[in-house]
Structure formats: structure tokens, C-alpha cells
């Protein structure tokens, strides 16, 4: 990968993960301020139907299929942000 193609993959991923945020907290009524990317899904304290909201809004945003075992490979929103960021590079 070049310096540039690095530089535009960062830029996406942070693009991935401001996204993410403001997904988060318009789920669990928190300000994103309050978001830390580096806390696990499952400590949030999200209930099963904004877990398979938030799951359907990435997949419709990305137009991605995601197994249920991405959340446990990915389980931060920055580990998310990197894997998606992956994912539309490689389609």
C-alpha cells in the first residue's frame, strides 16, 4: 500500500468510526462525547434490538452481509471501524 492509499484508508476508517459514534449514541441516548471507542459493544449495555439495529445499519450503510461473528472478532468501535474500513477497500 502507498503512503497515499494509507493515508485515504485512515481517512475512511475515522470516517467509519465518527459514524459509528453517532450511531451509538443515538441508540443509547448518550452523548457521543460519552462514546468511547475503545469499550467493548457488549459493555455498553445494549439491548438485543439495538444491537440488530445497529447491525442493519451498518450492513445497509456498506452494503455488507456481516455474520454474528464479527461483533466478537471486532468487539470495539474502533476494532469495527478498522474491519470495515478493510472490507470497502477490498469491494
Do not use: C
Not at 450503510?61 to 474502533?78: D, G, I, M, R, S
Request: glycine share 4%; no cysteine.
Amino acid at each position: 500500500m502507498t503512503v497515499q492509499g494509507s493515508i485515504h484508508l485512515e481517512q475512511v476508517e475515522q470516517d467509519i468510526r465518527d459514524w459509528l459514534v453517532e450511531r451509538l449514541s443515538s441508540y443509547l441516548s448518550r452523548p457521543e462525547s460519552e462514546i468511547n471507542t475503545e469499550m467493548p459493544f457488549a459493555e455498553f449495555g445494549m439491548d438485543s434490538v439495538a444491537a440488530l439495529s445497529l447491525f442493519g445499519d451498518i450492513e445497509e450503510k456498506f452494503e455488507l452481509y456481516l455474520e454474528p461473528a464479527v461483533a466478537y472478532e471486532h468487539p470495539t468501535v474502533t476494532a469495527m471501524a478498522a474491519f470495515l474500513a478493510q472490507e470497502a477497500r477490498a469491494n
